[in-house]
């Protein structure tokens, strides 16, 4: 079956790493995404990671896939208030299909 | 561009009413899609579309129907709306072909009392 854990919520203090974990069941996905939604707005798309990488850097951002344990993180390095927001872990098997979301990250950062 | 577009962006409705959450995309992306979010919950496909004319239904379709007669537009109708129905609602857009991934639209917030 296809499902998407990841843990609800993560405060850190600004200028520390973060990191989002997340697990998936379906280890035909092709492609996993990193969302990011501020309140009352739409999702943005953060970075994404083909199934056949292990890690991808974009600037501040880190992503691992271990695909042995359907298990896949992002890193924030040196977090900043700015990057307050539900973060939404997604799969996709193949195009045109419907992306399934994880129920989101909430991330707190205090400074 | 302005990407997906989505219109309301608020509504409230009685039980029993009908309406239509329109959405437009000018990225000419074949596939588009319709979710919807619960509190604390991940988003759950409404119904979705591969191309114009061809439509299919998602994990949630009860209660809605859609309609794709342009690559554009993917308008979502609400018939005889129930509480249940209460949520933010979502309309994305993707590619045949690249990375799948599907830009979103600022969502329509709709409660129904």
């Known amino acids: 079956g296809e499902d998407v854990e990841q843990s609800l919520f993560l405060s850190v203090r600004e200028g520390d790493s973060s990191v989002i974990n997340c697990t998936y069941t379906d280890s035909s996905s092709t492609y996993l995404y990193w969302y990011k939604q501020e309140p009352g707005a739409g999702l943005q798309l953060l970075t994404y990671?083909?199934?056949?990488?292990d890690m991808k850097q974009d600037q501040r951002l880190t992503v691992l896939l271990n695909k042995k344990d359907k298990h896949l993180s992002l890193r924030i390095a040196d977090t900043q208030t700015g990057d307050s927001a539900i973060y939404f872990c997604a799969e996709s098997i193949q195009a045109g299909t419907a992306l399934i979301f994880g129920k989101g990250t909430t991330l707190s950062v205090s400074s | 561009n302005a990407g997906v577009t989505q219109t309301p962006k608020f509504r409230i409705l009685k039980i029993g009413q009908s309406m239509t959450l329109q959405c437009t995309q000018d990225?000419?992306?074949?596939?588009m899609y319709w979710y919807r979010q619960d509190p604390g919950m991940g988003l759950k496909l409404i119904y979705y579309s591969v191309g114009a004319g061809i439509t299919d239904k998602g994990e949630v379709p009860n209660g809605y129907n859609v309609s794709r007669s342009t690559t554009e537009d993917f308008p979502l109708r609400l018939e005889l709306a129930a509480p249940s129905q209460t949520s933010v609602y979502f309309c994305a857009s993707s590619s045949l072909g690249g990375t799948y991934e599907q830009y979103f639209g600022p969502g329509t917030r709709l409660t129904v009392t």
């Open positions: 990225m000419n992306h074949n596939y």
């Open positions: 990671i083909f199934s056949n990488m």
